[in-house]
């Protein structure tokens, strides 16, 4: 069965922090995998990442795979409280229609 | 262009009652979405519909029926509301093909069943 597991569930840190969210995946034909920042309503995509060891970066968020031990981790540097959100993870499977996501990561960000 | 749209945003009913959730996109997408998300469960697909014609379950279908009325439309039925049905139902569509192209969701709809 395709599992999808961030970690962790909840943090808070103060703002000015760095932190580093994770997520594992053991999913059959594997694709890419996404993140997606969710406020009070919709998620947005952040990033997509296909290719092992190639960081994508937007401002103070940054991402890397590792297809090889099977995980992504999200950074956020110098943490606002603007970045108070659920992250969430998505995998994308070879010749599905769906993506399997995780159970998100809620951060708070303290002033 | 507006994206992704739902409608309701807001609905209370009691149990037994049914309703069903619209949902539009006109960014040309042949993949759509349903999903509900409760607290500490991530997003859970309904259905969806992966072109126009064709719908299939996803993780949690019971209790729910779809519709993918065109290209454009697809709609969510409950035909008989549960309290366990309360939750917040998003609706997503894709461009799906051989290069991924990301979901983009609609605002939601806040259900509640008492």
């Known amino acids: 069965e395709d599992k999808v597991v961030q970690s962790p569930l909840s943090l808070v840190v103060h703002e000015g922090d760095t932190v580093t969210l994770n997520c594992s995946y053991e999913v059959t034909n594997f694709r890419s995998l996404l993140w997606y920042k969710q406020e009070k309503k919709a998620p947005t995509f952040l990033f997509m990442l296909t290719s092992s060891g190639i960081e994508k970066k937007s401002g103070r968020l940054s991402s890397i795979l590792d297809k090889k031990e099977l995980f992504s981790i999200l950074n956020i540097t110098a943490t606002q409280t603007g970045d108070s959100a659920v992250y969430l993870c998505a995998v994308d499977k070879e010749g599905a229609q769906k993506l399997v996501f995780g159970q998100g990561t809620r951060l708070t960000i303290n002033p | 262009n507006a994206g992704v749209t739902q409608t309701p945003k807001f609905q209370v009913l009691k149990t037994g009652q049914s309703m069903t959730l619209q949902c539009a996109q006109d960014?040309?997408?042949?993949?759509m979405y349903w999903y509900r998300q409760d607290p500490g469960m991530g997003l859970r697909l309904i259905y969806y519909s992966a072109s126009e014609g064709t719908t299939d379950k996803g993780e949690v279908p019971n209790g729910y029926n779809v519709s993918r009325l065109n290209k454009r439309e697809f709609s969510l039925r409950l035909e008989s509301a549960a309290p366990s049905q309360t939750s917040v139902y998003f609706c997503?569509?894709?461009?799906?093909?051989?290069?991924?192209?990301?979901?983009?969701f609609g605002p939601g709809t806040r259900l509640t069943v008492l």
């Open positions: 997503a569509s894709r461009l799906a093909g051989p290069v991924y192209n990301e979901q983009f």
């Open positions: 960014m040309n997408h042949n993949s």
